[in-house]
């Protein structure tokens, strides 16, 4: 009960601005379209602001060892992931859109923005190795997890298109936050607080935001699909305990900030971009939306259980 409870008191927090946006979005208090502004504020604002910040303080001489050594965990970690979700995928549907739905739900939850924002209030003295650990899982999206499974009908990307997706808001500010840590370049203090601030937004706005996504989703008609809770169990139970299961036993001696950042990048629900992406190409996304909506939902009781093993074996 020593990580159970102040990991429910958290989930409740940003569960909270979570229903904020559901009902300003219910009741239409800002405008149409201002989902797509605070999209863009947290993209290219406040999560770079954070991973800015974290790597400025975080990367140094010291650590780059670290660093590398996160990275392969990271790709070692996906090469295990990504084979088991799209097998277990088989099993839930024949549908082969839905199915590629299912995979990329199961190969990559919602680790960016409910991520971010549970590790930096549970863990916070772990949040830099997530935030390495967590950049080997945006290589598979970007050049198969969104073209192959997300948009894969017509509007494939070519290799090129595909990376030039990297070069992106986040991708940069890690880049100048590795310099500026690395060099040990010296920030005015009023700077420094524009970061800082900027920083702490990410979180209430990235549960708003899952807030006004979620208002959108026809409730009665996503919880009629089985495959909603076949998924969302899979992805918060089943995988977070395979997990930990095998850290248990390995013989070997991870670090406790490697098996911190594994755990918790599998226990976060269903992504959003399952809803998102194939509704910017006009898709179904009935069953992305039940899957996100059950996950995040049920993510408020099973997330503060999986900490707690996770403490546990640690």
Not at 2 to 27: D, Q
Not at 157 to 172: D, H, Q, V, W, Y
Not at 250 to 259: F, G, Q, T, W
Request: charged share 10%; net charge positive.
């Amino acid at each position: 009960m020593e990580l159970f409870l102040p990991t429910l008191n958290k989930m409740v927090y940003l569960f909270g601005f979570i229903i904020i946006g559901y009902i300003i979005a219910k009741l239409k208090i800002v405008p149409r379209g201002s989902a797509g502004v605070l999209a863009k504020l947290e993209n290219n604002l406040f999560i770079p602001a954070l991973v800015l910040q974290t790597f400025m303080q975080n990367f140094t001489r010291e650590t780059l060892g670290v660093t590398w050594k996160l990275f392969a965990f990271g790709f070692i970690i996906d090469a295990v992931v990504i084979p088991l979700s799209i097998l277990a995928s088989r099993f839930v549907t024949k549908d082969e859109y839905t199915r590629k739905i299912c995979v990329y739900g199961l190969c990559f939850s919602n680790f960016a923005f409910m991520g971010n924002a549970i590790v930096s209030a549970i863990f916070p003295e772990s949040f830099y190795a997530y935030i390495v650990f967590t950049l080997t899982l945006w290589i598979p999206i970007y050049l198969w997890g969104v073209p192959a499974l997300l948009v894969s009908d017509g509007n494939k990307k070519t290799l090129g298109a595909r990376l030039k997706s990297f070069i992106n808001p986040m991708f940069i500010a890690m880049l100048v936050g590795m310099v500026i840590g690395f060099v040990g370049i010296p920030i005015p203090e009023s700077i420094g607080d524009v970061i800082s601030a900027s920083s702490s937004c990410m979180s209430p706005i990235a549960m708003i935001l899952t807030g006004f996504t979620i208002a959108e989703i026809d409730i009665k008609k996503t919880l009629k699909k089985p495959t909603v809770y076949t998924i969302s169990v899979l992805r918060l139970i089943v995988f977070p305990l395979i997990a930990i299961g095998i850290f248990a036993i390995l013989p070997l001696s991870i670090p406790a900030d490697y098996v911190i950042c594994a755990v918790c990048s599998i226990a976060m629900p269903l992504g959003l971009n399952t809803i998102v992406i194939p509704a910017a190409y006009g898709k179904d996304t009935a069953v992305a939306s039940g899957m996100a909506l059950v996950s995040h939902i049920l993510s408020v009781i099973t997330i503060p259980i999986m900490f707690m093993l996770l403490r546990m074996i640690l």
